[in-house]
Nanobody, 117 residues
Framework: QVQLVESGGGLVQPGGSLRLSCATSGITFSLYVMGWYRQAPGKQRELVAVISRVGSTNYADSVKGRFTISRDNAKNTVYLQMNSLKPEDTAVYLC???????????WGQGTQVTVSS
């Protein structure tokens, strides 16, 4: 059974930091491209950051320079370090595992991030 379990969300003041984790099980983690997405109320789900199997990264323009995605293949976990948080970063953050060129794609349940004073 495949599981992606996000953690690390919460309430933080503007300018603060959070580190999200996504622990996976039931997949061969090293074979998957891992991504973080977010969805705010009334808005479409958007890609935040993605990391390839070999560690190449890409970010949405809105988070470049503030967020860092990383992966630990030994722990089957992907992380999202979020610094200089803004109120517009408020959303549910979801982890995605994508084995490209196949139909194997999985989602976590999400973790709420709220940036507010």
């Amino acid at each position: 059974q495949v599981q992606l379990v996000e953690s690390g969300g919460g309430l933080v003041q503007p300018g603060g930091s959070l580190r999200l984790s996504c622990a996976t099980s039931g997949i061969t983690f090293s074979l998957y491209v891992m991504g973080w997405y977010r969805q705010a109320p009334g808005k479409q789900r958007e890609l935040v950051a993605v990391i390839s199997r070999v560690g190449s990264t890409n970010y949405a323009d809105s988070v470049k320079g503030r967020f860092t995605i990383s992966r630990d293949n030994a722990k089957n976990t992907v992380y999202l370090q979020m610094n200089s948080l803004k109120p517009e970063d408020t959303a549910v953050y979801l982890c995605n595992a994508d084995r490209q060129a196949t139909t194997l794609k999985y989602w976590g349940q999400g973790t709420q991030v709220t940036v507010s004073s």
